[in-house]
């Protein structure tokens, strides 16, 4: 059972518009649909902003790099140090 609560205010013709679409859905309320959307859209923004899509020959690229790579010098180890001393998320 939903424990937040969460008050908007709107103009009247959004809420009459969403209140046609929820009901057009089949939802039970207007709340139902709001939720909805908001659970739906919200996954979408997170997931877009938490992952990364390229293109093969970039990836292809990249891991090339990667292969290449020196081993770290000491500038580059104790960055990282810090870092991890510091808890950097």
């Not at 709001?34 to 859209?41: K, Y």
């Amino acid at each position: 059972m939903a424990t937040a609560r969460l008050d908007i205010r709107l103009d009247e013709e959004i809420k009459v518009k969403a209140e046609k679409a929820s009901a057009l859905l089949g939802l039970k309320s207007l709340t139902e649909y709001v939720v909805r959307l908001m659970d739906e859209d919200s996954t979408q923004v997170i997931a877009e902003h938490e992952s990364m899509t390229i293109e093969d020959n970039v990836f292809d690229q990249f891991m090339a790099a990667c292969e290449q790579a020196q081993a770290p010098n000491k500038a580059l180890l104790e960055a990282a140090a810090f870092t991890k001393a510091s808890d950097f998320k």
